[in-house]
C-alpha cells in the first residue's frame, strides 16, 4: 500500500476560481497555486485593445406603444456578441438584466438584430466580443426614475 506525505510547505484546501468551480488541491506548494492560476489567467482570451463602436446613426430600438402611452420607464441591460466584422449575432443575444416589463425586454432585443458596430480590435486585428448593452427607455413626460441624474437649466 502506497502512503502519501505532504511535502514540507505544502498546504491542502480548496480554490474557488470564477467560473471553474471548486477545485481541489492536495499536496501543492504555494509556488505550484501561483504557476496554476498564472497559467488558468493567460489561457483566458485577452481584451481587446479598441472597443467596438456603433456606427448605426439612430437607435433601432423602438419604445412599445402601449408603455409610451402609459408613460412607462424602465432599463434593459442585453448581453451581445459582435462578430470580428461588427455584426451583432442576433441568436446569442439574450437578456442580461430584465426591465420588469417584458414588452421593453423585447423592444431591445429587437432592436439590437440591426445594431452595426466598427469591430473590437487586438493588435490592430478585428475580433469578435461580447459586451453589455444598456437600453434606457424613458418618456420625456415623465418624472426621472431613481437613480437619473437630472441638470436643470
Not at 423602438?62 to 441591460?77: D, E, H, M, W
Not at 444598456?134 to 426621472?144: D, E, G, L, N, T
Request: glycine letters at 8%.
Amino acid at each position: 500500500m502506497t502512503r502519501w506525505r505532504r511535502a514540507p510547505g505544502a498546504r491542502v484546501g480548496r480554490v474557488v476560481l470564477v467560473g471553474l468551480g471548486p477545485l481541489l488541491l492536495g499536496c501543492v506548494s504555494k509556488d505550484d497555486a501561483r504557476k496554476l492560476v498564472r497559467a488558468l489567467e493567460q489561457s483566458q482570451p485577452a481584451r481587446p485593445d479598441v472597443a467596438p463602436v456603433m456606427i448605426n446613426r439612430d437607435v433601432p430600438v423602438r419604445y412599445p406603444p402601449s408603455l409610451y402611452a402609459r408613460k412607462a420607464q424602465g432599463n434593459v441591460t442585453l448581453r451581445i456578441f459582435i462578430d470580428s466584422t461588427g455584426a451583432v449575432r442576433p441568436e446569442s443575444t439574450q437578456v442580461a438584466e430584465p426591465s420588469g416589463q417584458p414588452a421593453f425586454d423585447s423592444a431591445a432585443v429587437a432592436g439590437a438584430r440591426q445594431l452595426r458596430f466598427v469591430p473590437a480590435q487586438r493588435a490592430g486585428v478585428p475580433v469578435a466580443v461580447s459586451i453589455l448593452l444598456p437600453v434606457y427607455f424613458r418618456h420625456p413626460q415623465a418624472p426621472p426614475m431613481p437613480g437619473d441624474s437630472v441638470v436643470k437649466h
